[in-house]
């Protein structure tokens, strides 16, 4: 029998505890063990709960009890997080994750000392919730040489484009109704401002280049300047706008970031809407392959953390392969990088940007008072210098596709 222990007992550890105990029969199956919650740690009680004789509030029960063989860390935030999982790891106690904050800032040093304490570090649901992405990376792509990432990584700014694209709504209108719905927190600004998903593509980064990429290094911006305007551009063009997180290994350099992007129809993440996630993955060898499902939620988030408990009982004593070294990858600055940009100025802009930009396409949505355009290629950084000799934009949105 397998011993488990989970800590904290809110939305994802209570749903690993459902997971586990409704689909007992076919993870003991497949694990080739007996799965049994033995604690769950929390420092609340909870009176009347089925599982409330497992809870306990001193995590040194848990580390000191042999028995104790894997354990699922559902706490979220850094401390004491990082504290409980190194400590299990240094006493040979393998920690499955969905705390991508932790697995962001320490991730290659508690798989390093995963590896030298012959157990494992596994984080699967730290970044696509329920979308299997970090062991598709790691086992079944590994022949690839991966030279680019690119990611809807958050549920919640994916909900709110969607409602202003499909029902022509204003950001803050949508950002109520999604708080109102729980698919936002109280304070968004984690969601919104792309915080979430710049963490989420510096874990998958490290894990393409096998080095760290840390997420204070990504370039990073929200969706809070997209208006309903925008979109009505955007329809004009048979696009959408998107946050998407990308990395790219490129001649030019490695580069990393988070923004919106307006993208086509023919863009394989255009049809990705609502709160799903999904994570476009190029190889030299295989081409594009694109994982796809619910990002978040309480459940799928589970199944995710359950199914990494299910390969460590697979593996008792033996460590997974996972390269992702503290060596850091430098990323090049976004400046050198190369697109078209959609651009809205004042009617009365019109000649000037024409001067300072190459249009390569007038965009007319019937918008009073506005001249919208898309650029040539340029460089991040001459499209900079240009705005500003013009002296600002109404709004500029990065495309891609």
Not at 102 to 126: D, M, Q, T, W
Not at 309 to 318: F, L, S, W, Y
Not at 350 to 369: C, D, I, P, R, Y
Request: proline share 3%; glycine share 8%; net charge negative.
């Amino acid at each position: 029998m397998v011993q488990v222990a989970v800590l904290g007992y809110g939305t994802v550890g209570s749903g690993v505890v459902e997971v586990i105990e409704t689909n007992k029969a076919d993870i003991n199956k497949k694990a080739g063990e007996e799965i049994n919650i033995k604690y769950i740690l929390d420092l609340r009680d909870f009176p009347g709960d089925p599982y409330e004789d497992k809870v306990v509030h001193d995590f040194n029960i848990i580390i000191n009890d042999p028995e104790v063989s894997i354990i699922c860390e559902t706490m979220g935030g850094n401390e004491p997080a990082y504290t409980f999982s190194k400590n299990a790891l240094l006493s040979g106690k393998s920690v499955c994750t969905s705390n991508k904050e932790l697995v962001a800032n320490h991730g290659p040093e508690l798989i390093r000392l995963a590896r030298e304490n012959h157990c494992n570090y596994l984080f699967e649901a730290s970044v696509g919730g329920g979308i299997p992405i970090i062991r598709p990376l790691n086992y079944s792509l590994t022949a690839e040489k991966i030279d680019a990432i690119t990611g809807i990584l958050n549920g919640t700014t994916n909900y709110i484009l969607t409602e202003m694209d499909e029902n022509g709504a204003d950001f803050d209108a949508v950002l109520k109704e999604a708080q109102e719905k729980g698919y936002a927190e109280k304070n968004p600004e984690a969601d919104v401002e792309g915080y979430d998903a710049c963490r989420k593509i510096a874990i998958l980064s490290s894990l393409m280049k096998g080095k760290s990429v840390h997420y204070k290094d990504i370039y990073t911006e929200g969706i809070t300047k997209i208006t309903a305007q925008d979109f009505a551009y955007a329809r004009e063009l048979n696009r959408s706008v998107k946050l998407l997180a990308m990395s790219k290994d490129t001649e030019e350099g490695f580069f990393a970031m988070v923004a919106p992007f307006m993208i086509s129809k023919e863009h394989p993440l255009y049809g990705v809407k609502d709160v799903f996630n999904a994570v476009y993955v190029h190889g030299n060898m295989l081409g594009d392959s694109m994982y796809y499902g619910r990002g978040a939620g309480k459940l799928p988030t589970a199944s995710a953390v359950v199914s990494d408990v299910v390969d460590c009982a697979r593996h008792p004593g033996k460590t997974i392969m996972c390269l992702w070294e503290d060596e850091s990858v430098s990323l090049t600055d976004i400046a050198d990088m190369k697109r078209r940009f959609f651009v809205r100025v004042s009617a009365d802009r019109k000649q000037k940007a024409e001067s300072l930009f190459a249009v390569h396409t007038e965009v007319n949505a019937k918008m009073e008072g506005e001249y919208a355009f898309i650029t040539d290629i340029m460089t991040e950084k001459e499209f900079d210098t240009k705005v500003s000799e013009m002296g600002g934009v109404i709004n500029r949105i990065r495309m891609e596709g």
